[in-house]
T-cell receptor, first 113, second 113 residues
Framework: EAQVTQNPRYLITVTGKKLTVTCSQN?????MSWYRQDPGLGLRQIYY???????DKGDVPEGYKVSRKEKRNFPLILESPSPNQTSLYFC????????????FGEGSRLTVL | AQSVAQPEDQVNVAEGNPLTVKCTYS??????LFWYVQYPNRGLQFLLK??????LVKGSYGFEAEFNKSQTSFHLKKPSALVSDSALYFC???????????FGRGTSLIVHP
C-alpha cells in the first residue's frame, strides 16, 4: 500500500530535550516536505526536499532541522524544542515538484511543556 | 507572492442538498490549484487539482471544482451532500516556479442528517 509513515504519532516532551520525528514514504517520490498545522492558521511549510541531499527552507523553518540522506526518509529534528513548537506536524511527498498532489502522513501531535 | 483565502470557517448543509466550499487565490502567473480533505485525527487527502485545460475539474468522492480565472476562484462543489462528507477542507495554491504551496486556513463542512 502506498503510504507516508510518521512516528511518533503523539509525543509530550519538555523544553530543550532534542527530538526527532521520522517520516518514510514507499512511493519513490523525489519531493518531500514538512508542515505544521495550527488552529486558524492552516498548514505552513517548514522545510522541503527536492531530492537526496537537497533541502530548503519553507515559510517557518526557525527551530527545525531536516536531512535527506535517503530518498524514502525525511526526518524532522527539533534540537531544542520550545512551547511555541507545540503543534500538529505532517510529512508529505509527491512525484512532481509543482503539479503533483501531495500524499500526507497521518500526523504527529507534539506537545512541548 | 501567492495567497489563498477560504472566506468561511464553517459551512452547514443538509444531507442531499448541494454544497459549495469557497476558495479564492492570488498568484503572479497561472495558478496550480488543489483541494484536500482532512477527516478527524487523519492526514490530508487529495481530492482534485487544476493545472491546465478544462476549467471544470472532477475529483474523488463526487466532488468537483471550477476554475474561474476572472474571479480568481476555485470553489469546491458537490451536487448532493452526504453526512460522511463532514470534514475539514483545505484549498491550496502554487505559483508556477514556487516549491512552496500556500494553504488556506480550512473550512469545516458539517452535513446534517
Amino acid at each position: 500500500e502506498a503510504q507516508v509513515t510518521q512516528n511518533p504519532r503523539y509525543l509530550i516532551t519538555v523544553t530543550g530535550k532534542k527530538l526527532t520525528v521520522t517520516c518514510s514514504q514507499n512511493m519513490n517520490h523525489e519531493y518531500m516536505s514538512w508542515y505544521r498545522q495550527d488552529p486558524g492558521l492552516g498548514l505552513r511549510q517548514i522545510y522541503y526536499s527536492m531530492n537526496v541531499e537537497v533541502t530548503d527552507k519553507g515559510d517557518v523553518p526557525e527551530g527545525y532541522k531536516v536531512s535527506r540522506k535517503e530518498k524514502r526518509n525525511f526526518p524532522l529534528i527539533l534540537e531544542s524544542p520550545s512551547p511555541n513548537q507545540t503543534s500538529l506536524y505532517f510529512c508529505a511527498s509527491s512525484f512532481g515538484q509543482y503539479t503533483g498532489e501531495l500524499f500526507f502522513g497521518e500526523g504527529s501531535r507534539l506537545t512541548v511543556l | 507572492a501567492q495567497s489563498v483565502a477560504q472566506p468561511e470557517d464553517q459551512v452547514n448543509v443538509a444531507e442531499g442538498n448541494p454544497l459549495t466550499v469557497k476558495c479564492t487565490y492570488s498568484v503572479s502567473g497561472n495558478p496550480y490549484l488543489f483541494w484536500y480533505v482532512q477527516y478527524p485525527n487523519r492526514g490530508l487527502q487529495f481530492l482534485l487539482k487544476y493545472i491546465t485545460g478544462d476549467n471544470l475539474v472532477k475529483g474523488s468522492y463526487g466532488f468537483e471544482a471550477e476554475f474561474n480565472k476572472s474571479q480568481t476562484s476555485f470553489h469546491l462543489k458537490k451536487p448532493s451532500a452526504l453526512v460522511s462528507d463532514s470534514a475539514l477542507y483545505f484549498c491550496a495554491v502554487r505559483d508556477p516556479g514556487s516549491y512552496i504551496p500556500t494553504f488556506g486556513r480550512g473550512t469545516s463542512l458539517i452535513v446534517h442528517p
